[in-house]
């Protein structure tokens, strides 16, 4: 099955400044890799995903990207607000069964005012 | 619109209740999802239906009854729980379980709490 290691487990960034969150993956058959953020109270969005036939992929301050011979992808938010303060779990689909995903064990992310 | 609806927000039920917890989409996705979800902890998947077929039970005790009446409706009927089943239970939907068409969109969960 599917093996999703996500680092660190805590980030706290300065607002305005960058934060890059890692993940890596063991099954080279995964194929697309979405990023969930879940904010205190509410359940996982969906923010961002990638497809494992591209290498990058932005969407204004949020963009991931993948490394398939290293298998790890990364979420880079640039220009961080406190609104960006949240939970953010990454996920690859399961070995077999794509309708199951396997979710890293999340990362807090703080931005400080 | 990825919207996916839950009620209630909020549950407090005793052991020997019966509740149920539904779940609503009208994006018109054939995959639907029950998560349960403790403090600080990713999403642990629970059921999987297909096309209105239930397709993946990752062995969950038999207090937790899922049902999929029609594609936009989901139910998980709760009965005789324990407190350790107090979690946030969360619903999610995709459009299809292969590819980019498996990606998940969440509800807000229903947050349980058995006494």
């Known amino acids: 099955g599917e093996n999703v290691e996500q680092h660190p487990s805590t980030l706290s960034v300065q607002e305005g400044d960058s934060a890059v969150i890692k993940c890596t993956y063991s099954?080279?058959?995964?194929?697309?890799f979405p990023w969930y953020k879940q904010e205190l109270g509410k359940g996982p969005q969906l923010i961002i995903d990638?497809?494992?036939?591209?290498g990058e992929k932005k969407d204004q301050r949020i963009a991931v990207t993948l490394n398939k011979t290293a298998k790890h992808f990364s979420l880079h938010i640039t220009e961080t607000q406190p609104e960006d303060s949240a939970v953010y779990f990454c996920?690859?689909?399961?070995?077999?069964?794509?309708?199951?995903?396997?979710f890293g064990k999340g990362i807090t992310l703080s931005v400080r005012p | 619109d990825t919207e996916v609806t839950q009620t209630p927000k909020h549950l407090v039920m005793g052991m020997t209740n019966k509740k149920s917890l539904k779940c609503e989409q009208h994006?018109?996705?054939?995959?639907m999802y029950w998560y349960k979800q403790k403090a600080k902890k990713p999403p642990e998947l629970m059921f999987v239906?297909?096309?209105?077929?239930?397709?993946i039970n990752e062995s969950v005790p038999s207090r937790f009854s899922p049902e999929c009446p029609n594609s936009s409706l989901l139910n998980l009927h709760l009965h005789a729980l324990q407190p350790e089943d107090s979690a946030l239970y969360l619903c999610?939907?995709?459009?299809?379980?292969?590819?980019?068409?498996?990606?998940?969109?969440f509800g807000a969960g229903t947050r349980l709490s058995v006494l």
């Open positions: 994006m018109g996705h054939r995959a």
């Open positions: 099954d080279s058959a995964s194929n697309y």
């Open positions: 239906y297909s096309y209105e077929k239930l397709s």
């Open positions: 990638i497809r494992s036939n591209v």
């Open positions: 999610a939907s995709s459009q299809g379980v292969r590819g980019r068409q498996g990606v998940q969109y």
């Open positions: 996920a690859a689909p399961y070995t077999g069964a794509n309708s199951k995903l396997t």
